[in-house]
């Protein structure tokens, strides 16, 4: 692959997580424990949806005249998405939710940060925009942690259980392949493996706050920005993707 296709396809990393995170919190939506905390969720939840708008946008025009970024979104099968793996599993609970939000949410702030730096203007605009929306990501979900973490023996149980049940996917947030490897060389990307250090940080402190364990072991998960993933992603794409493969091309 030339540069460009490289980009491309990194830039479409860049909006399917977001893309399929956004699906998940916004489930949400009339269902959420409270109302302050369902509000909060399809806030967070449209924030992401931004964000994806904005690496689709740009991974459309790498791609061609012919894509947007309602294509790529809704018109892509499954092997073709390539988010990571922690964002598609599924709600549950609140609990794994939490979890799940709160370690993406310590990604993607160090991850914008350096992609801030990136030599392609485009990717740094876009990541300089969304770091403002994930430091409140991320102080909500850090928030919500030590408030359960450190609250009623119920509350510490449950979330305990929902990380060391997530924690096989976060292994995939700093696994680098040839394609983050030859963009990071040259300016463009971030190589994922130099956000481990600043991630794990955020992690300790926030689960020394909560009286929470880090798990000693994981079998960690790989290949969702390869294509391959949990059974969980197909059956949320048939939702986020319904409406316009039963009506194609629809205006409203």
Request: glycine share 6%; hydrophobic share 40%.
């Amino acid at each position: 692959m030339n540069q460009q296709q490289l980009l491309h396809h990194y830039t479409l990393r860049l909006g399917d997580t977001p893309l399929i995170l956004a699906q998940r919190l916004c489930e949400w939506c009339g269902h959420a424990p409270e109302i302050e905390i369902d509000l909060a969720l399809s806030n967070i939840g449209l924030d992401l949806l931004g964000q994806a708008r904005n690496f689709l946008s740009y991974a459309a025009q790498l791609k061609g005249a012919e894509h947007d970024e309602d294509t790529l979104a809704f018109l892509r099968d499954e092997r073709e998405f390539s988010n990571l793996l922690l964002v598609e599993q599924p709600n549950n609970g609140f609990d794994d939710t939490l979890v799940r939000q709160f370690f993406i949410d310590a990604y993607h702030v160090p991850l914008y940060e350096a992609l801030i730096h990136s030599h392609d203007k485009q990717l740094s605009a876009i990541a300089e925009k969304s770091l403002k929306e994930a430091i409140y990501h991320l102080r909500f979900s850090r928030n919500w942690m030590i408030r359960l973490g450190d609250g009623s023996e119920e509350s510490h149980q449950r979330i305990q259980h929902s990380i060391n049940q997530l924690w096989r996917f976060t292994g995939e947030l700093f696994h680098a392949d040839k394609i983050e490897i030859s963009l990071s060389e040259v300016g463009i990307a971030v190589d994922p493996r130099a956000l481990q250090e600043t991630w794990l940080n955020t992690i300790n402190e926030t689960f020394n706050e909560a009286t929470l364990t880090v798990p000693e072991k994981a079998a960690y998960r790989l290949g969702g920005k390869q294509g391959n993933h949990t059974e969980h992603l197909g059956l949320l794409l048939t939702q986020l993707q319904f409406v316009q493969r039963a009506y194609p091309n629809c205006q409203w």
